[in-house]
């Protein structure tokens, strides 16, 4: 029995193991287990001359399926033990800083709109989307100060922006300045830089959160939604869905027209290939990280702040592991005889440089039990606007695991700590 049949296995025992109520999409273990197999299996097809995964890589993976599932599921069934339940995870605790918001969004917009408009004068001028995407992506962040305020400011709030929009669509006061400004965001990042993530993000965000509401009606979301019909509700979420849908794919074709089915295949096929290969400079080095590579977004947060104000030299382990990880992102190995690609080196990559076999197996569990024990909280206790963001955000990071772990990028780091300590305020009421 091939790996793939025993992770579907373990996707459907997962499944039926749950109680009905956990039975959906929005549950991570099942999201999660699901992925892997789906990425397993097309890694295992072998199309379009793609090299073959390592079994010590198939077997990893496996590994940190299990972990995660395990940790998962320690958190529902800790779901039932009494703790004492913080504030800011009560049902009408807090409510959105909208004037804040609106203030925040308006400056995005005025710091992406040149790279949106030399971008439109590029495509004017012949350039496919994708040119446009190799002409003027920059890097996420560098060592320099001078990239402070785009890579520590701008791209945080942008990515919160993101979340908070919807979450006030579907659960909140649905105030449309604010909607339609985070909407001419998103469109604006997506134009300026060629990339699909942000449409992605706010697709994703949109169809959890319906599911969300579904799930959880006896809790009565104060949300103006309550005043719909269900088939109105139902109505106006496949509308918008199919709308965006219907963005992802034109904005795909714009970008991969001539290929699109071998890009869709490479992305969600290619990360055991890479695994592999980066694995295999791990052993090399003899690299380990010991928390340095999957917890790189704080530290090198904290680093990063300490060596440019007071010039004192970075952190050996932390440097060291974020050069690890910028090699990930600029190397390109052969993913095939005539295909590099780079980047998509999953979660397992970033447990397994930090410590192995041993790293997978206790932070994949650990990555589980924090996600899944989120997703209790909303399933059980009555949940703010607050936890389900934060939720929403840390759902995503499971999505794109067969990417990279998210906890690795300081950007991410300070778009949920500016979601759960800046977004929201205290309800008057």
Known sequence: MNINMILLGTTVFFILLSPRQFRTIVNPGIIF????????????????????????????????????????MLARLSKNIKLKIPNYLKNGEVTIRYNLLIILVIICIVYYLPSFIRSILFMLKGLSINDVRSLIQDSEYSKGFNNFIPNFIILPIAISLEVIGIVDFWLAKRNKTFIVLTLIL?????????????????????????????????????????KLSEKKVRKKFRRIATLGVFLLVILTFMRTASSIFRKIYFYFSMSPVLLTWWINEVNVEKYRGYGAVSFNGVLYFFDYFIHNISKIDYTPFVIDAYNWIAQTDSFWPKIAPTTTANAYVSCFWFFYADAGIIGVLVLSFLYGFVVSRYYFIIKKEKANLCTIAVYLLLFQGVCFSFIRFPFAKAYYIIALFFIRFIAFKKSLH
């Not at 379009?48 to 995964?53: E, T, V």
């Not at 134009?191 to 009565?220: A, H, M, W």
């Open 186 to 226: 998103v469109l604006i990042r997506v134009l300026g830089d060629g990339g699909r993530t942000p449409i992605f993000n706010v697709l994703l965000y949109f169809i959890i959160t319906f599911f969300i509401i579904q799930e959880s009606k006896q809790r009565k979301y104060l949300s103006k939604l309550e």
């Open 33 to 72: 287990s699901a992925l892997w197999t789906f990425v397993v299996f097309l890694s295992s097809l072998q199309l379009l001359d793609m090299y073959s995964a390592s079994n010590d890589v198939f077997l990893i993976i496996f590994c940190g399926v299990l972990a995660f599932l395990a940790g998962s």
